[in-house]
């Protein structure tokens, strides 16, 4: 009973925070949720129209192309830069750190970083620039070595567009992994790589018996985080491909902003983002999963 | 004295040339770690040279030369152009808001169900951070059209608040498991001095938990700094834009060739720099707490 009324003096403080989120966030997602089965186009009602939407967007090659898009970019934004920062940062921190010194692994850990802290909106207008066709330097620098015949419209060629913004992904997240995993690095106990160097182990065993281990938590962490955020990408698609070159590089979020605000086709663009709601709900859950049992093996 | 600094750098040049015959392995990961750090800076380099060159001598020595010159035109005229003073301001004002009153908010929340141990707080917990998961693009129609309806439309405001709430989310998650290790001593010996749960949580709370405060300010400074979604659907006139949307819709207009954009490029990237160096320390150290949860 004292715990009880010690409580209800606390729960007073989560009344603000309750308030903001209703209205900010479970409104929304409720009436996103329920457009979802209407149609509208933002002025007037909304008119019922049952799974109407649902049945429509599974049979639009848009959207399942949209989604296809999602897996390239999963693999440039979660798997490529997970598994380059994992050698990067145990490179870093067990060789670099040892063989150079501190300073040197910490200067290369930001210049690594670096492009992590720009907004999106401008590492989209830095690449729109240098991959531009015409005044782009990456076609200017092609020219000038004599290798004027690779030249591309890199934006511009639905046959590119997708590979060059994967490109462009792969150096925004780069720092992101190693960070994380040079932060959890600093856990491991150093006399466990002595003993593994007592035993005879090579770099390469090291690596897996003992860094990956430790690490595991902040693996976790990163792919979910990485992996929610190619799911969620807009900011640089729009900077950069707008989704051209003919929906080339379509991505659910832009492909909702679209209906949404240009085609005026409200139902159906809340069709598309509550659907991203619920596959990055799943995700997550999976991901906790893995983790918790991870954990207690 | 003389004698050991004549000695020093002639040891250095006598062990320079042999590194590479000595220890060819650690020659070439570094060299390989050293080419890879000019891949990822190379893109900020090459706007940087290009922002402070004239479009004349871009066009006949191309984006590598360095100018011969100091050309400020091309950022002055976008400047002007675009008033990036506005934009800067506009942007430095939502963010630090946010950052207040997200952290203020977290603190509350964290309060409640980390030191209180609120019923029901593990329901609250995974609601936020679910809440921290959602795609914005599942909130912006009904948030687009609720803010027109109460006149908040195009309005800075309609921003802080929705970011303060978003922010907060990933804040009162953090900080909650933050707060469940919180020393109960500290609390208990505030209590016998007679002050109540406001105090204790401005007294006590607050000055013990500052560093981790610190760091969630300086995320969400950032990470509302660098939005660019919302303010691309909620702030359409010229006077509300923050630096991201003002930048993000000027591209492939036709004004722009390539050393305006580099130039507009450079203006986007000098103030997300000096967050960088100001904020390094607390954000190293953030990342590393984070990665702890």
Redesign the interface.
């Known amino acids: 009973m004292a715990g009880?009324t010690?409580?209800r003096?606390?729960?007073?403080?989560?009344i603000?925070?309750i308030i903001?989120?209703t209205?900010?966030?479970i409104?929304?997602?409720v009436?996103?949720v329920y457009?979802s089965f209407t149609k509208w186009t933002?002025i007037g009602s909304p008119r019922w129209v049952g799974f109407d939407n649902y049945t429509r967007l599974f049979e639009d090659a848009n959207f399942w192309a949209s989604f296809g898009h999602i897996l390239l970019l999963i693999l440039a934004m979660a798997v490529v830069p997970t598994f380059l920062g994992l050698v990067?940062a145990a490179?870093?921190f067990d060789?670099?750190a040892k063989?150079?010194n501190d300073r040197w692994a910490s200067v290369?850990r930001?210049?690594?970083y670096?492009?992590q802290?720009?907004?999106?909106?401008?590492t989209?207008?830095?690449?729109?620039?240098?991959l531009?066709p015409s005044?782009?330097?990456l076609n200017?620098?092609l020219e000038?070595v004599g290798l004027g015949s690779l030249a591309r419209n890199w934006l511009g060629d639905p046959k590119y567009a997708l590979y060059s913004v994967m490109a462009v992904m792969i150096?925004f997240q780069?720092?992101y992994p190693i960070?994380?995993f040079m932060?959890?690095l600093?856990r491991i106990d150093p006399e466990l790589y002595e003993a593994a160097d007592l035993d005879g182990a090579s770099w390469w065993q090291r690596f897996r018996k003992i860094t990956i281990a430790m690490i595991r938590?902040?693996l976790y962490?990163v792919l979910v985080t990485t992996t929610?955020a190619s799911?969620?990408i807009?900011?640089q698609i729009?900077?950069l491909t707008r989704g051209g070159p003919s929906n080339a590089t379509l991505v659910?979020?832009y492909f909702?902003?679209k209906n949404?605000?240009e085609k005026a086709q409200?139902g159906y663009?809340?069709a598309?983002?509550?659907v991203?709601?619920i596959l990055?709900?799943i995700l997550?859950i999976v991901f906790l999963r893995l983790q918790n049992r991870a954990e207690r093996s | 004295m003389t004698v050991t600094a004549t000695r020093a750098p002639r040891r250095r040049t006598e062990e320079r040339p042999s590194l590479r015959q000595r220890h060819p392995a650690?020659f070439f990961?570094?060299t390989g770690?050293l080419i890879?750090?000019l891949?990822?800076?190379a893109?900020?380099l090459?706007?940087a040279v290009?922002a402070v060159k004239s479009p004349a001598e871009y066009a006949a020595n191309?984006?590598?030369s360095l100018p011969h010159h100091l050309y400020w035109a091309g950022i002055v005229d976008f400047w002007n152009r675009v008033d990036f003073g506005l934009k800067l301001w506009n942007s430095f004002i939502t963010s630090l808001v946010v950052a207040v009153l997200g952290v203020v908010?977290s603190v509350?929340?964290a309060?409640?169900?980390g030191?209180?141990?609120?019923?029901g707080r593990t329901w609250?917990l995974v609601?936020?951070?679910?809440?921290n998961?959602?795609?914005?693009?599942?909130?912006?129609?009904?948030?687009?059209?609720?803010s027109k309806q109460i006149g908040l439309y195009d309005n800075l405001l309609a921003i802080i608040?929705?970011f303060?709430?978003?922010q907060?989310?990933f804040g009162?998650y953090l900080l909650t498991s933050v707060y469940t290790e919180f020393p109960k001593e500290l609390l208990e010996a505030a209590s016998i001095d007679g002050a109540g749960?406001w105090l204790s949580?401005w007294r006590v709370v607050v000055p013990v938990s500052r560093p981790t405060l610190a760091v969630l300010f300086t995320f969400f400074f950032?990470w509302t700094?660098?939005e660019?979604?919302l303010p691309?659907?909620f702030l359409i006139s010229n006077d509300n834009q923050t630096?991201?949307?003002a930048?993000?819709v000027l591209?492939?207009d036709r004004m722009m060739?390539?050393t305006t954009?580099?130039a507009?490029?450079l203006i986007?990237?000098i103030p997300?720099?000096v967050?960088?160096l100001i904020f390094?320390r607390t954000l190293?150290r953030g990342?590393?707490a984070?990665?702890?949860?």
């Open positions: 009880s010690k409580n003096g606390y729960a007073v403080y989560l603000p925070g903001a989120s209205l900010v966030i409104v929304p997602l009436m996103t457009i933002g990067l490179v870093l060789y670099v063989k150079f290369l930001s210049g690594y670096l492009p802290v720009l907004p999106v909106a401008v989209g207008i830095i690449w729109g620039w240098i531009h005044y782009g330097a200017k620098i000038t150096w780069l720092g960070v994380m932060s959890g600093q938590p902040e962490v929610i799911l969620k807009f900011g729009f900077v659910p979020s909702a902003y949404f605000f409200v663009g809340s598309i983002s509550t991203l709601t990055i709900v997550a | 650690r990961i570094l770690l890879l750090l891949l990822m800076v893109p900020l090459v706007v290009n191309g984006p590598l908010l509350f929340n309060y409640a169900l030191i209180g141990r609120v019923k609250f609601f936020f951070l679910v809440a998961l959602l795609p914005q693009e599942v909130l912006v129609y009904p948030l687009y059209y609720l608040i929705i303060t709430v978003v907060s989310a009162t749960k949580l950032i700094w660098n660019f979604f691309l659907v630096v991201p949307v930048l993000g591209q492939g060739d390539a954009t580099s507009s490029a986007g990237i997300a720099m967050f960088f390094q190293t990342i590393a984070g990665a702890i949860k």
